[in-house]
Each structure stands twice: as structure tokens, then as C-alpha cells.
């Protein structure tokens, strides 16, 4: 017999973990390499796009800091459903500069897209299993 699943507190800890470690990995990256990320920024086919929004290397420190900031209190708990808020919006630019002008079938693409709706998850559902604070 088919039991429905229900999702239990532990599940939505390790989908909150798992979702994390990619924020956390690239803030780390962006303020390793900042340079990088902006060379990475100028030669993207939406990059002026992103210099429209700013200097490319400012903007690879500061969406290093929110990235990973954020990625880290997503991971704790802390603020949930706001830190998932941020995340996405600082996504958005980051998936039409980089990721969409190498077109729809491109796999980072829909990586993004994939974290959109994971993101989409805490933001809706504001989940409070595990949490260290949460309102």
C-alpha cells in the first residue's frame, strides 16, 4: 500500500543544507577571486547588463559577502524565508548576465533554475524545522 510522504522536519534540514552549500562554496569563490569573477562578468553576453548595475569586480565582492553571509545564515535557520528572498534576488542578475546568454539548453541554466525553485520553497513555505530563528 502507497503511503503519501510526508515532509518531516529532518528533510527539510538537509534540503536547507544541501541548498546552502552551493551559495556558501560560491560566495567563498567571488571573494577568493574576484578577478576572475569580473573577467568572467566583461565577457558574459549580457555583461552589460551587469555593468549597467555596477563596476564588475565591486560587484563580484559584494555578491561574494551577500552569497555567502546569506548562504550561511540559510544554512543555520537564521531568518529563513528572508535569507531565501535574498539569495534569489541576488541570483536573478547573476542567471541573466552569466548563465543566459549561453542559451536554454545550457546545463548552469537550469542548475539556476533549479535553485530558483528551491529558493522558491523556503520563501513560500517559511519552514521552521531546525531553525535557530525564524519569524
Not at 560566495?27 to 574576484?34: A, D, E, Q, R, Y
Not at 539548453?105 to 523556503?122: D, E, Q, T
Request: no cysteine; glycine share 10%.
Amino acid at each position: 500500500m502507497n503511503k503519501p510522504l510526508v515532509v518531516s522536519g529532518v528533510s527539510v534540514l538537509l534540503f536547507r543544507i544541501f541548498l546552502s552549500g552551493i551559495f556558501i562554496t560560491a560566495g567563498i569563490s567571488h571573494l577568493i577571486n574576484p578577478e576572475q569573477v569580473a573577467q568572467r562578468i566583461q565577457s558574459a553576453a549580457f555583461s552589460s547588463f551587469a555593468t549597467f548595475l555596477g563596476d564588475p569586480y565591486l560587484l563580484g565582492i559584494m555578491t561574494g559577502y551577500v552569497l555567502f553571509s546569506a548562504g550561511a545564515a540559510f544554512l543555520l535557520g537564521v531568518f529563513t524565508r528572508w535569507t531565501a528572498l535574498t539569495l534569489f534576488l541576488v541570483l536573478v542578475p547573476i542567471t541573466i548576465t552569466i548563465q543566459l546568454g549561453n542559451g536554454l539548453i545550457h546545463g548552469p541554466f537550469w542548475k539556476n533554475v533549479a535553485l530558483f525553485g528551491g529558493l522558491l520553497f523556503f520563501i513560500i513555505n517559511n519552514p521552521k524545522a531546525y531553525s535557530i530563528y525564524n519569524k
